[in-house]
């Protein structure tokens, strides 16, 4: 039976600034009593989502102008790591846009299983190598928006590759630029450009522009031999957490979820207002999310649903959260609460969900089919969460 839960206690915001909300958590499983009920309920929720926060992609008008990812380049091959793994670069075409892919396969791959994983400042941030084009794309933060070869390899601490490569899983990458740059343009670059309407009030901004990419580059992984489409887990961090969340949703091959300190918009309950709200984040970024977002902008109580339904689309699907404790901007407690308020779904379908009842203490991850950490330090990825992703990950998709 549906669950009237009050989350009064648990949606207690951290910050003075914030106000606790009266209203109670939407519950996931309103109105339904058995799991043959879950995907009528689950497409319900997703269009909710779709309509009110991400938009929806127009799949007709890509239809029209026949929208598909294309090969343009197989690509350089190269033997790295001493000979463990092959660095792999094909471009693909998506909508007139080149996406530049960087892939890590384990040496003699067949059907291996693999992270999908956007980067944020171009492939030649991941690994410092010669032989990975820097990307010639709208960059953020850098002078004129352009990358440099000096940022090679700068963000290296965020990819543990070649132990990726080490638990046997492949590594796919790709700047997210490549798809839509990350600024308020009015929607007419990236693959935008090539669609003449500017998106409606409930269609889609960067992020679901951005998951819907994700699905494109599966698209283009099923005709790879290396790699098992049926095990890629989609992976992202921040901004890019919220994307892999929502390309999750959308599409059910993806077969396990990471989001990594994904915070408002992502895993972070929208209710607790505590850290970025609703209001911050569309206003700071008002092309992320669609245009009908805005009207819950302080106004949280009215939300159709909270994040711990976004959640609970995954499921039975293996999905991890992950937080760091300095990182209050992302609400680490909102974000458990997310994954916990997520489990009787879950739990419906006869899965285990989140073993932590409470919190979790800093760095002692708890990981059934849900998985959740907070781990010292702040916003970022560090080798503990990757640690954390292949343990979790080698269970789920290797069984071990
Ligand atoms: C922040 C934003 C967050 C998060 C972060 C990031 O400025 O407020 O929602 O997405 O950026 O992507 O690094």
Not at 139 to 145: A, E, F, L
Not at 156 to 162: M, Q, T
Not at 371 to 394: A, P
Request: net charge negative.
């Amino acid at each position: 039976a549906a669950q009237t839960f009050n989350p009064r206690d648990d949606i207690k915001p951290k910050d003075e600034e914030s106000t606790v909300s009266n209203d109670r958590l939407p519950d996931p499983l309103s109105g339904i009593e058995s799991p043959a009920e879950w995907p009528a309920r689950r497409e319900q929720i997703r269009q909710l989502f779709a309509t009110e926060m991400f938009g929806n992609v127009p799949t007709d008008k890509l239809n029209a102008i026949k929208v598909k990812v294309k090969v343009k380049d197989q690509g350089t091959r190269k033997s790295i790591f001493g000979g463990k793994a092959t660095m792999w670069q094909p471009v693909v075409t998506l909508a007139g846009r080149d996406l530049q892919l960087l892939i890590f396969l384990p040496s003699e791959s067949k059907d291996t299983p693999a992270f999908l994983a956007y980067n944020f400042h171009g492939n030649h941030t991941v690994l410092d190598d010669v032989d990975i084009p820097v990307t010639e794309h709208w960059v953020r933060n850098k002078p004129g928006n352009r990358a440099s070869a000096q940022d090679r390899g700068n963000g290296a601490s965020r990819w543990a590759v070649e132990k990726i490569i080490d638990h046997g899983f492949a590594l796919v990458t790709l700047y997210y630029g490549d798809v839509d740059p990350d600024f308020d343009d009015g929607f007419a670059n990236g693959v935008h450009a090539a669609l003449a309407d500017k998106p409606a009030g409930d269609q889609w901004g960067s992020i679901a522009t951005w998951a819907w990419g994700l699905s494109r580059v599966l698209d283009y992984l099923e005709t790879v031999p290396e790699i098992d489409e049926q095990r890629v887990a989609v992976m992202g961090h921040s901004r890019l957490g919220k994307t892999a969340l929502w390309a999750g949703a959308n599409d059910e091959r993806f077969a396990l979820v990471i989001s990594n300190n994904s915070g408002c918009g992502g895993a972070a309950l929208s209710r607790r207002r505590s850290g970025e709200t609703v209001a911050r984040i569309n206003t700071a970024f008002p092309h992320w999310f669609c245009k009908n977002f805005a009207h819950y902008n302080d106004n949280e109580a009215q939300l159709p649903f909270d994040q711990h339904m976004l959640i609970a689309l995954m499921a039975p699907r293996p999905v991890y959260v992950a937080s760091a404790v300095e990182d209050t901007w992302a609400d680490p407690e909102g974000e458990f609460l997310s994954a916990k308020h997520a489990t009787p779904v879950y739990q419906l379908l006869g899965s285990e969900g989140l073993p932590a009842k409470e919190m979790p203490a800093v760095d002692q991850p708890s990981q059934g089919s849900i998985g959740y950490h907070v781990r010292s330090g702040g916003h970022g990825v560090t080798d503990f969460d990757w640690t954390e992703y292949l343990k979790f990950s080698s269970k789920h998709l290797l069984n071990k």
